[in-house]
């Protein structure tokens, strides 16, 4: 039985015996070990079904521990913790050696972050390592912004998941590489492009399956619902090719429709695309639970959050 509770000590017990729990952050809920325990780190592999090749995100409560894990911090890096930490934005900095190869895949460089999330920086100040943590799903699966989104994914494998509430960004945080000290975006993600543009000027966009052998965990399939799901334009054009079929419909804002459908989802009346992206993988998993045949989503606006959620629609209906 897995327990979801809010009790930090539990936690913390549970994490010093070198085993894992599903904590809450800001962005989606994550996995979370020990990165000095191998047993702990391999256990998150093993319950993921992830593959070793694919790197973990360290997670730590204050910027003085950076030191300790990197090597090297290039300006643009600082510039960017100082703005967003603690926050949605991973850096992929050049690793110490104390940092053990299992988490970086072997990498030389490791990602890291200060979660904006109460419940994890109290939970990360009570021990005496940083967290790995990937995002709690199942491989290739839709992250989870719920507790109960966790329990249902993994009942009985893990022994706790300790309650945050729900996600507040609810899209994963925004990675940042560097290629020769200029940052490089590897993944979108709750910061927008936008936001660290006005930070560090114009960055190179590196995020794609086939082009970013960088990032291993940018797969073209991904984030996917177990429906059979369509990323599109124009609703009512594709409506009309799935007649007699049981349609999902995503919309980001009201969209009028002339057509009898199974569910309609609007993820902001207002349009309003933090409230979007903070939505949208509560929003999948519902329609992914009611039995449809399809999944019709609609592209959002291609602006600030809305490159991100589309980025996550397009992975999604891959
Ligand atoms: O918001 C988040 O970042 C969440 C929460 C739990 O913090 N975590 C998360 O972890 O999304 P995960 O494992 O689902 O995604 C981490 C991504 C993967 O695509 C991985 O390949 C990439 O970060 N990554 C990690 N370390 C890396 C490294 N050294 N170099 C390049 N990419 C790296
Ligand atoms: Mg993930």
């Avoid at 809920?29 to 047993?39: D, F, M, R, V, W």
């Avoid at 090749?53 to 360290?58: D, F, G, K, R, T």
């Avoid at 890096?77 to 190869?101: E, M």
Wanted: overall charge negative; some cysteine.
């Amino acid at each position: 039985m897995t327990i979801i509770s809010g009790d930090i000590n539990k936690a913390v017990d549970i994490l010093n015996d070198e085993d894992i729990i599903a904590i809450p952050t800001e962005t989606v809920y994550g996995l979370a070990g020990n990165i000095y325990s191998e047993k702990a780190i391999r256990r998150i592999f093993e319950v993921k079904e992830r593959p070793l090749y694919n790197p973990l995100i360290v997670h730590l409560h204050s910027i003085i521990q950076l030191d300790g894990i990197v090597s090297e911090i290039p300006p643009a890096a600082q510039l960017l913790a100082d703005a967003f930490w603690p926050g949605s934005l991973t850096l992929i900095l050049k690793k110490k050696s104390v940092i053990p190869d299992i988490i970086t895949a072997g990498k030389d460089t490791v990602g890291v972050r200060i979660p904006n999330h109460p419940v994890a920086l109290s939970l990360l100040r009570q021990l005496e390592f940083p967290l790995a943590a990937p995002s709690a799903n199942p491989f290739n699966r839709i992250s989870p912004t719920k507790s109960s989104h966790v329990e249902n994914y993994f009942k009985d494998s893990i022994k706790m998941v300790l309650e945050g509430g729900e996600c507040k960004n609810g899209l994963e945080s925004t990675i940042i590489g560097f290629d020769d000290e200029e940052p490089v975006l590897l993944r979108l993600g709750s910061i927008s492009i936008e936001e660290i543009e006005s930070i560090v000027g114009k960055i190179k966009i590196n995020n794609k399956a086939e082009t970013a052998p960088d990032a291993p965990g940018m797969l073209a399939k991904h984030y996917s619902p177990q429906t059979k799901m369509y990323l599109v334009d124009d609703v009512a054009q594709v409506l009309d090719e799935h007649k007699n079929k049981k349609i999902g419909l995503l919309t980001f804002t009201d969209t009028e429709v002339d057509y009898t459908i199974a569910h309609i989802e609007v993820l902001s009346e207002s349009g309003d695309l933090k409230e979007a992206a903070s939505k949208l993988y509560n929003t999948l998993h519902k329609l992914d639970a009611i039995d449809l045949d399809v999944i019709i989503a609609q592209r959002l606006p291609d602006i600030g959050l809305g490159k991100s959620i589309n980025d996550r629609l397009e992975r999604a209906a891959k």
